[in-house]
Structure formats: C-alpha cells, structure tokens
C-alpha cells in the first residue's frame, strides 16, 4: 500500500475538513491556536512532507534557512493573504507554496460594507451607548453620521474582492466607484473609472476601501504621503492585510481630525492594536472577521486540501503563488 504523504495542520479547522484531511492524508493537526513561531515552522517543514499554514505563522526566510534536512515540498496556506510567508525563501529551497483566493471574496467584501455602514452611520458607538445605560432618548441632533447612499468608493485594489465591493456599493447604494490598481482593467464589473494612483482615488473618494493582495511589495503600500490626500469627512476601511497600510501614520491622521473615521479588520501587528485607536469612538475594530463564516472557512480547507492532493499526484496546484 503506498504510503500517504505527512502533512501538518497548524490550527484546527472546521470538522468537514479534518475528516477530509485525515481520510486523504497522514495529518497531524498542532495542538495550538498560537500561531507558530518560526523554530516551531522548521521543525514543520524537517518533519512533514507539506505543511497548511495560516495567518501570522512565521514561515520566514530564517525559518525556511534553519531545516537542515528538508522534507517538506509543499506550504498550502489556508487563507489568501500570504505576507506570513517568505515565498521567496520558499521558493529558493524547491517548495511550491499555495493559497486559497476564491473562496474568501464574497465574505470579505460583506465584511467591507459592515465597516463602511458601521463607521458612516456611528453603528458600534451607538451600540455602546445603549449598553452604558446613558442613552436618555432620541433627539433630533444626537450622533448624526453620513450618507452612504450616492458618495464616491475609492478602492484600492480591484482584484476579486476590490470587485465584489464595487458591486455591492454601486449596485446597493448607488455609489459612484474608482479606483487604483497595479494593472490596466478594462472591464471590472461595474461603472467604475480607473485613475492614475493611489493619491488620485483618495482625493475624489469620500469612503476608502483597501482590498490589496498582500505580498513584500504592498507593505506600508499606504503611508502618510498616501493618505494626506484624504479628505475631513472621509472614512477609510481597510479588509486586506494590516501591514499594508502604515497604522501609525493612520493614528496621527484621526488624532488630528484630518479625516472622520476608519473600519479596520485587521491590523499591522495583529493581534495587538494600538492603544489609541482602542480609544477613539470614530474608530470600528472587528477581530479579522472578514472569512467568519463556516462555508466559506470549509471552502478554504477544501481548496488547500485540492492543492495538496494534485501537488502530491505530480500535477501543478490550482492557486500557486510562487
């Protein structure tokens, strides 16, 4: 009988696809929900024949350095941001390194319009105070927010996801869309009008959206260059990755009321937030919810299981990134 190859699991994932992964391979699924360190990544790989790493998992470039005796092949991470892996150093040592793009876009661009809804219209302060026992009643002038309806989207990347927020913003709430991206689209979905950068969309944008793929070249992407183009009453949400968008910088910026307030699912050294965007009431933080839903979670593992299963038949995964 031929030997199943060994994987290892880095956190538990949903029942459906451990019983998958367990039916198809020789796993082992790490008894943690810590992220791994990076002696702990070495040892994943010296170990295993592939390895499913998530967020914040330090697969970096000393890890995949320290493994004398490499037996790993093949890192599938589970999730479509992979700035946790150095795919370079991946790359360098003969391992193929997979993610799972597809499965993740429609939850995250919902997650997207929560924070935009949530930030515009004060929805979490407003929930707060409820619950503080000092809301004394409606008035007429009390906690007044934004329109979403008709304002200008500027969005920061119109990948899959950058798409499906369009959709539902324009289509939804009648929102005027552009945007900024790597690449020329010529069709992306909705009446949308590409414009020449970054700076561009924050300046004509009344609501931000960053939905940039994460990688070395989209660190600290957005700085304080980019975001002086903001205007007061703009709010910027951020569902990518958090170190795509320099969080000190974004501080400063609410600190001094140059815009009105920001939605963040993620953050720059997640899980840690600052202690002065906890303070802020114009701030939304949600704790990364932006795949929280358990289909699209076991729509993850199936498609990082699909990556092993066709890298471990001798054919080419379906969503390499290296």
């Not at 020789?26 to 790493?53: F, K, L, Y």
């Not at 914040?56 to 995949?64: I, K, P, Q, V, W």
């Not at 499906?164 to 020329?184: E, K, L, P, T, W």
């Not at 990688?215 to 795509?244: W, Y």
Request: charged content about 20%; aromatic content about 4%.
């Amino acid at each position: 009988m031929k030997t199943k190859p060994r994987i290892l699991i880095s956190r538990t994932l949903p029942e459906s696809v451990l019983k998958r992964a367990h039916t198809d391979f020789d796993a082992v699924v790490r008894d943690s929900e810590i992220p791994m360190t990076a002696a702990e990544a070495a040892e994943s790989m010296q170990n295993n024949d592939g390895v499913v790493p998530t967020l914040a998992d330090e697969f970096t470039a000393e890890a995949f350095g320290a493994v004398s005796d490499m037996r790993c092949r093949i890192v599938a991470n589970f999730g479509a941001g992979f700035n946790h892996i150095d795919v370079a150093a991946a790359k360098a040592r003969g391992i193929v390194v997979t993610n799972t793009p597809g499965a993740v876009t429609e939850a995250t661009a919902d997650i997207a319009l929560s924070l935009i809804l949530m930030t515009a219209r004060r929805t979490a302060e407003g929930d707060r105070l409820v619950r503080s026992g000092r809301w004394t009643g409606w008035h007429p002038t009390q906690m007044l927010g934004q329109h979403v309806t008709g304002r200008t989207l500027g969005i920061v990347g119109m990948g899959r996801i950058g798409r499906a927020i369009a959709r539902r913003c324009h289509f939804g709430f009648g929102m005027q869309i552009v945007f900024a991206n790597r690449s020329r689209i010529d069709d992306p979905g909705v009446p949308a009008r590409q414009l020449a950068g970054i700076e561009s969309v924050f300046a004509e944008a009344d609501i931000v959206a960053i939905a940039v793929s994460s990688g070395p070249e989209s660190h600290h992407l957005i700085g304080r260059e980019q975001l002086r183009h903001l205007k007061p009453h703009a709010i910027l949400v951020n569902v990518s990755r958090g170190d795509i968008l320099d969080e000190g910088a974004l501080v400063e910026l609410l600190q001094s009321g140059a815009i009105a307030g920001a939605g963040l699912d993620v953050y720059e050294f997640e899980p840690k937030v600052p202690s002065d965007l906890l303070s802020m009431e114009n701030v939304v933080l949600l704790p990364h919810l932006g795949t929280s839903v358990l289909e699209v979670r076991e729509g993850m593992g199936a498609m990082a299981l699909d990556n092993l299963t066709t890298f471990f038949a001798g054919m080419e995964p379906p969503n390499p990134v290296n």
